[in-house]
């Protein structure tokens, strides 16, 4: 079918009790990985970009591997911006069709990152496209994005930051961290059911991989509806294709193939840990 928006797509795992895969891709192959284990899994599925990710190919390539992957099957598929770290890109990829878009300001002072998401969310309108939005500081270093430590979401702050900012759905930050994790993460669970108290809008989970199925699983409970993959994605490509390359193949293709069987394995994992496979 054609690219939806997460805005349905969250509203009903908000509604049901589970949450949506978001994936990370970085090339043609690691997008078919991701939406072949959404049409296996029966289940939705956002693909996103990084501005980094932007630079290496534009959001126009992006959207035409996307769209048309995403019309030859079933289950729904939305191409999100992850990580917009201006209001600049944000636009480029509305005008590219992109079906989603975060903008990231959580760098910023509480009302300067309000004044940014709220911006963005009205250009957005637009076009018909929901807004992520994070508020606190998700640890780790992402993409183009500096490691900017940890610091939580403050509950109160995100209510007050929903009302003004009219986005559509906020990351928090309670405990993740972006890339590989050097000890077992900690999450603040009791936080995030605090933030879902007071904050209508679905909820998005960044820094996922490296969690245990049981730390995903508890998320979802207290109200996740989106979980973001990027890091376990990108090892499981470049080992497939590190692996293939060893028996010096001499067309690109046998591995290419190699790391998008590895993706597509590790993305159905995960759709079934969220709850989303069969959602579709
Ligand atoms: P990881 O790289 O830790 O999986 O984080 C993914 C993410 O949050 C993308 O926005
Ligand atoms: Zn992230």
């Known amino acids: 079918m054609a690219l939806t928006t997460t805005l349905e797509m969250l509203l009903d795992a908000q509604k049901r009790g589970y949450a949506v895969g978001a994936f990370n891709v970085e090339n043609m192959e690691m997008a078919q990985a991701v939406i072949r284990a959404a049409e296996k899994k029966d289940a939705p599925v956002v693909i996103q970009t990084t501005p980094g990710t932007l630079k290496y190919a534009e959001p126009a390539v992006f959207y035409g591997i996307v769209q048309a992957l995403a019309k030859k099957v079933k289950a729904p598929v939305a191409l999100h911006l992850d990580h917009g770290d201006s209001y600049e890109l944000a636009a480029r990829c509305l005008m590219a069709g992109y079906t989603s878009v975060m903008i990231d300001g959580s760098r910023l002072q509480l009302q300067d990152n309000i004044a940014l998401s709220a911006r963005v969310a009205a250009l957005a309108a637009l076009n018909g496209v929901p807004v992520e939005a994070e508020l606190g500081k998700v640890g780790g270093k992402e993409d183009t994005l500096a490691d900017q430590g940890d610091e939580y979401t ?73 979980v973001n993959f990027a890091t376990e994605l990108r090892i499981a490509y470049t080992k497939g294709v590190g692996e293939a390359m060893a028996q010096k193949p001499i067309d690109p293709k046998a591995y290419g193939k190699a790391g998008r069987e590895r993706v597509q394995a590790l993305v159905e994992k995960w759709m079934d840990v969220c709850g989303a496979t069969g959602r579709a």
């Open 154 to 226: 403050n509950p109160a702050d995100a209510a007050a930051f929903v009302k003004a900012s009219g986005v559509q759905s906020l990351a928090v930050a309670i405990g993740t961290a972006h890339g590989v994790y050097k000890t077992k993460p900690v999450l603040d669970v009791k936080r995030l059911h605090a933030i879902r108290e007071v904050v209508e809008i679905p909820l998005v989970l960044h820094g996922a991989s490296g969690l245990s199925e049981e730390q995903v699983v508890s998320c979802v409970k207290e109200g996740i509806c989106k």
